[in-house]
Structure formats: C-alpha cells, structure tokens
C-alpha cells in the first residue's frame, strides 16, 4: 500500500520538475538548423546549420543528402564532392570556429522539394539534423525563423526590428505552446517568473528595433519563440525566432546563487574565454527596465558602490571575480557578468542576503591626525587560520596590496598576531595622502573570500611643536611690538612692567650686569613712581572729560593727549628732537577763553601734579630707548622738555 501511494503523489509532479535534469529529445541532437525553408522556381535557398565546434568536428566531414526511402544521397560534401544533378548549383562552406556550415543551392525547380539533411561523419549517426525543402511559384516567400544555436548554461540576444512607426507600441518576447504564446517578458514590465533575473529587454539605437537577452540557458528554453510590436493574436507584427541549446565540452558549473551575510561580504566569480582578448569586462544589476552596470575593468565604480566593491581578474583560468562588502537589504537581486563580446557567454547570479554574524571584524572608520600612528585592526575567527590574509587600499582600479616589504609604501606595516587572530595595519606617521578605503581579507587557492572595508579618515595638520628658544625668540618680538602700537603717554598700570621686559629681552647676554644694575635702579624709580602715579591719577580723573572716539566713548584725560602730542608725536625711533619736524599748536583746546587766561589757568595748576607727569614721562621714553637699543645720549626725550610746559601753547 505503501508503494501504491507513493506512485500516487508521483503521479501529480508536473513535468515541468523533471525537464531542467533532462534534455528534450529534439535538444538531444547536437546538430541544429531550420526546421522549414522555403524557395521560388529559377531562385536560390540558402539553409545554415550549426553544430558544436569541438576539436573532432572542426575537421570532420560536412555534407548536405537528400532522404530517399531507403537512405539519404549526398549532393554536396566538404571533401569536394557534388552529385551530378547539382553540379555548378550546389555549394557548401564550412566555418569550423563558428560551428557553422552554409549550404547554398540555386536554380531552383518544383522536383527539389523534399526533406534533405545537413550533418557531420561518413553517416548520419544521430550528427544530422532534418530540414524541410519547400519551392513555390511566387511572388513572395515566408520568412523563415532566425535561429539561435546557444550552448547550456550560456546566454544569447536575439535583435528585432519592425520600423520607425513602431516606437511607441508595446514590444514582447513569448514562446509558443499548445495553449498558444506565453509571455516572457515586455516593455510593460511583466516577466515571466522562470526567466526573472535572466531576460532582459532592451531598445536598441535603430528606432522600432530591440533586443531580448537570456542568459544561464537551460534545455526548457528550447523551442519556438515569438518576438513581437503590439499584442499576439490581436494586432502589431511578429516574427519567428527558434532557438536550440546544446550540451558543450567546457561549460562552467558556477553557482547560480550566492548567499551573504548583511554586513559582511560576497564574492561573485565569473567567467569568460582566457584565449580572447576583451577591451570590457563589467557586473551589472539587473532591473525590470535594465542592468545598471556597478563596476568595469576600466576603472568605472558606480557611486554608490565607491569603497565596497573591487574585481579581481585571473586571465590564467578565464575569470575574474567582483568582491562586495558592507553588504545591504538592498543588494539583493540579480547580477550579470558581461563582456563586450555579444557571442560570448552571459551569466547571472541571485545575491541572497541573510541574518548572520560577519566573520572578520573591526572599526569600519577610524579618524586620525597628521603625523601620528594609527593602527588598523581585522580580527578572524579560526576558520580563517589556514586562509592568506591581506590589506590592501582600494582604487576604482582594484586594491592594491600592502606588506612590509613593499617599498612603494613607506611607514606601513603588516603582521597578524595569531595569540589575538588579529591582522593589524600599522602607519607610523600618517600623511594626508594615506587617506581613503582600505580593505582586510582573505583568500583560499586564488579564490576571494570575506572582506571588511575600512574607510580612514586623516584630519589636518597636527600643531607643531614649538621648540622653547623658539619661544624666547618670539617673546622678544612681540614685546617690542606694542611699543609702537600704544602711545607711551597713555597711563597704563603695567607700563613699567613691559618696559621692563623689553630692555631685559632687548639686551645682549654678554651684558647681563650692567642690565642687573639697571633693572634695579628701575625698580626702585618704579616704587616711587608707583605712588606718585596714583596721586596723579587721582587728580587727573577730576577733570577728565568724555571724548568720542570712533563708536567707543570712553573718560580720557585731557593731559593724556598733551603728553601723546609733546612726547609720543616723534615717528623715528631714536631720533634727536633737533631732526624732527615740531608741530604747533593744540587742537584738543575746546575752550572759549582767551589765550593768556587759559595759560595763566594751566600754569596755576602744575605744582606737584605736572612733576609727577614730567618725572613718569620722562621714565617711559627713557624705557621705551632702551627697548628700543638705543644709546643713554641718544633718548629721544627733548632736551629742553621742561621749557616746554611754561605756559606757552
């Protein structure tokens, strides 16, 4: 009972589960040309057959016989021989690196029709293929089905064209069955589910013409096909397109789908003829309207994809593999590995994205300044032990490899401490040139595996470190500097202070006791000043008035300005009074008095506040000309200051 059962449920498995393991019987035969051809009286036919180009069938023996009852007699062969009744009608041309042979024969009549054979060998022996012969009277002939002679698990394109007036018509692939046309896919976005990710539709640059392309051919996408403007059966035009798939010597059995890990990596490996030479090489992603190409061989990246993917090319073994890291929910889909070569096999591959751990781990950014080390770590689980293990940077032209051995990369290290399963990538002083994408992985036998993409980012320039007699260098300059830019009549707290350190800065080394001597004599002046300054101020805030001065009001004295006019007024450091031009006059005078009465005023008022003035005026130049380097007789203190300020004004 238990069989019986068993036999039941097998009962219910469509066929549709067996035919990818097995071939049609018709796809069995190697040896494929049209099914029908068609021809006038007094025209020519022209039948092209295919068949695989391997070593043997390259130098074999091709013919064209015509089946009688009994067997088929040969009226053409390639070894030169033509029956009598074809003589000087009958041709046949044989193109073994294509696989193809070309049978012609002309001046047609009505005795011709019949079933003929093209085939390969001294005998049938299942390397031929039948073609039905049909002559009519005219005036037009049908069109014959394009054919397309496509390995397994291979890709082919099939061109289109039906006019200008077509553009804006819906175009259409579908292959024809018992139940009539099954749509594989079309301009509106409907694909069929068995050819997702493998059909793509696109327009070609003639207006009205298009291209079907199918790749990872399988023995089920054999048969009749229809491509088409308009709809089947109800408008538009079509033609006909029958495809057959055989069986090569050398057909890759690379994985359709690959699986990784979100956030971690993925290798897809693809193939091409090493013996060619191909000027592109790219992977592109496959969409219902398209494949947007994501990387090529000459140094294009797509922008989103800048840092995370790489290819890798092995002209050795016909192959070159596209690494993806960082990986996301959205890389999920279809991915074509294309050449510029239209006969050339197309693969696809499904990039299946699951929940998972990545195995190699580390900072995806690390930040770093200029000039200081920095460490780039990649820690591995122990699978990966036996695995090679590397860092490289990466370029839109690949990852170059770094070692500690390559001179071309100064102050870089490598080395995997295996006690912590760590790769480190160490820069003893990182340079703005180092930043950028820098890859850990490993690889197997020449095989990519897992990667980790990390992006460094270099700041900028670190502060450079003073060295201390720099320091003094720089104290001394800057301590002469306000000396020009602030009035030294100006009543500043620590004015002898910064006196002070001028001249102690300004002196020679070789001097220093005569400058001890000096600043103590100056200290003591300063004591004494210190409190006579006071009283002065006290007086002077009295009669201070508020002056404008730009956008700021502040309470300045008036004398303050006399002492700018009669002892700051001199430009030239250490020059003579007698050398400088004396300017007349106090246009700071606001007052309505007469002359006299204002000088009467002022001369009534010096007593001990204008001693004091002269005594801390006096002190400043007398600083300020040490600062400045000058000799004692050379101050630039009027000689005859005091005169000066006997009321004259």
Request: aromatic share 10%.
């Amino acid at each position: 009972m238990t069989s019986l059962a068993f036999i039941f449920l097998l009962s219910f498995l469509s066929a549709e589960a067996a035919r990818s393991k097995y071939p049609p019987k018709a796809a069995s035969n190697p040896v494929f040309g049209p099914r029908q051809v068609y021809g006038l009286i007094d025209g020519s036919v022209t039948v092209k057959c295919f068949y695989p180009p391997t070593k043997v069938n390259r130098h074999d023996r091709k013919y064209w016989c015509r089946e009688s009852s009994r067997n088929c007699l040969t009226v053409v062969s390639s070894n030169g021989y033509t029956s009598p009744s074809y003589q000087g009608r009958a041709s046949i041309s044989d193109y073994p690196e294509q696989g193809v042979m070309v049978v012609n024969v002309s001046h047609l009549a009505l005795s011709d029709r019949g079933t003929y054979q093209c085939g390969i060998g001294l005998n049938g022996r299942a390397l031929s293929y039948k073609v039905s012969l049909d002559i009519s009277e005219g005036p037009n002939v049908p069109e014959e089905a394009e054919l397309f002679y496509v390995e397994l698990h291979g890709s082919v394109t099939m061109t289109c064209s039906f006019g200008t007036d077509t553009v804006s018509m819906r175009k259409f692939l579908c292959k024809m069955e018992k139940s009539g046309c099954r749509n594989i896919i079309d301009t509106y976005g409907k694909i069929d589910e068995e050819f997702t990710g493998r059909a793509l539709l696109s327009n070609e640059d003639t207006k009205g013409a298009f291209s079907v392309m199918i790749t990872q051919v399988d023995w089920e996408d054999a048969g009749l096909y229809l491509c088409g403007v308009g709809f089947y059966g109800e408008s538009g035009e079509t033609k006909e397109l029958d495809l057959h798939v055989y069986e090569g010597t050398n057909v890759p059995q690379g994985k359709n789908t690959v699986i990784g890990v979100k956030g971690s990596s993925v290798t897809i490996e693809c193939h091409y003829d090493p013996a060619k030479n191909y000027s592109l090489k790219y992977l592109c992603k496959w969409r219902n309207n398209g494949c947007s190409r994501i990387i090529e061989n000459t140094g294009f990246v797509y922008d989103t994809y800048e840092g995370r993917v790489a290819m890798f090319d092995n002209p050795q073994n016909g192959t070159f593999s596209v690494v993806m890291n960082q990986l996301r929910e959205t890389d999920k889909g279809y991915y074509w590995c294309m050449t510029n070569d239209e006969r050339e096999r197309k693969s696809s591959k499904e990039l299946k994205i699951i929940e998972g751990e990545p195995g190699l781990k580390g900072k995806e950014e690390v930040l770093a300044e200029v000039g200081s080390r920095v460490d780039l770590t990649c820690s591995y689980p122990c699978k990966y032990y036996s695995y090679g293990k590397y860092w490289c940077k990466w370029s839109n032209n690949g990852c170059s490899p770094l070692s500690a051995s390559d001179q071309s990369q100064p102050g870089v290290d490598v080395n995997c401490d295996t006690a912590n399963k760590t790769l480190v990538l160490t820069f003893d002083s990182v340079t703005t040139m180092d930043q950028g994408w820098y890859w850990c992985g490993v690889k197997r036998n020449g095989r990519y595996g897992e990667t980790l993409a990390v992006y460094l980012q270099v700041a900028g320039e670190k502060a450079a470190e003073l060295n201390p007699e720099l320091l003094n260098l720089d104290t001394s300059s800057n301590a002469v500097a306000p000396s020009n830019a602030v009035p030294q009549g100006r009543a500043f707290s620590n004015a002898g202070v910064q006196s002070a350190a001028a001249s102690e800065s300004s002196e020679p080394s070789s001097g220093s006791n005569a400058l001890t001597v000096a600043l103590a004599s100056s200290g003591a002046a300063v004591v004494v000043l210190g409190a006579a300054f006071a009283v002065f101020k006290y007086r002077q805030i009295k009669r201070s008035d508020l002056v404008s001065v730009g956008s700021y009001r502040t309470n300045i004295s008036m004398s303050d300005f006399e002492s700018v006019k009669e002892y700051g007024a001199n430009d030239n450091t250490c020059m003579k009074e007698s050398q400088e031009t004396q300017l007349g006059g106090d246009e700071f005078i606001t007052t309505t008095a007469s002359v006299e009465s204002a000088a009467e005023t002022k001369k009534a008022k010096r007593g001990s506040k204008e001693d004091a003035d002269l005594a801390y005026s006096a002190f400043l130049l007398t600083s300020n000309a040490i600062a400045q380097g000058c000799p004692p007789g050379d101050s630039a203190a009027p000689a005859t200051a005091s005169p000066a300020w006997d009321g004259q004004v």
